[in-house]
């Protein structure tokens, strides 16, 4: 009998959407799915921890990475490198595990077309001005950063038809939930 092979599950949202909060969430309702941690150059937030929210690299150790083919997909945004380590991708589902990836859309149209069979989901707003609110609400960015997160944010709402699958985050608990529900279906 052939070894199951895993899948690749990304989830996609302008910044401020809930993307991580979902993801944290959906982990606690789905067995058996390992969320990839990315790498990114960009320094910790205060309740950030190294090897579990991210792997915080130098840009020289970043570009090394890039260099030697050592991410699925990598991107640069808000003036910091993110990425996708390839081999802890690659070995997961060859192992038959699911993997949950949380990236940008830039990142997310390079891992479906080097792995068409991945599955797409994009996280959406309520609304633009529920967004902006959210972003003010956080306090993790000046007035100067949210305009450019809503700048950016505009521009990655026009990858919705790319996706597989869209989620809009009126209420958390719903949100998570359809996300769970398209994870089983798509199993």
Request: charge should be positive; hydrophobic fraction near 35%; include cysteine.
């Amino acid at each position: 009998m052939k070894k199951k092979t895993g899948r690749i599950f990304v989830v996609s949202a302008p910044s401020g959407c809930g993307k991580t909060t979902i993801c944290g969430n959906v982990f606690k309702r789905v067995k058996n799915l390992i969320p990839s941690v990315s790498a990114t150059t960009r320094p910790p937030r205060p309740d950030e921890k190294h090897k579990k929210d991210y792997y915080y690299m130098s840009r020289e150790t970043f570009n090394k990475e890039c260099k030697s083919g050592g991410f699925l997909e990598w991107e640069k945004n808000f003036g910091h490198f993110y990425g996708t380590p390839k081999r802890f991708a690659l070995e997961k589902i060859k192992e038959g595990k699911d993997l949950l990836l949380s990236i940008d859309v830039k990142g997310a149209m390079h891992v479906k077309k080097k792995l068409p069979e991945s599955i797409l989901i994009f996280i959406k707003p309520p609304s633009f001005g529920a967004l902006s609110e959210r972003l003010n609400k956080r306090k993790t960015d000046g007035k100067a950063e949210i305009k450019k997160r809503l700048k950016i944010a505009k521009k990655e709402l026009a990858y919705i038809p790319r996706y597989d699958h869209v989620v809009v985050n009126k209420r958390l608990k719903d949100a998570v939930s359809e996300v769970v529900s398209i994870i089983k279906q798509e199993r």
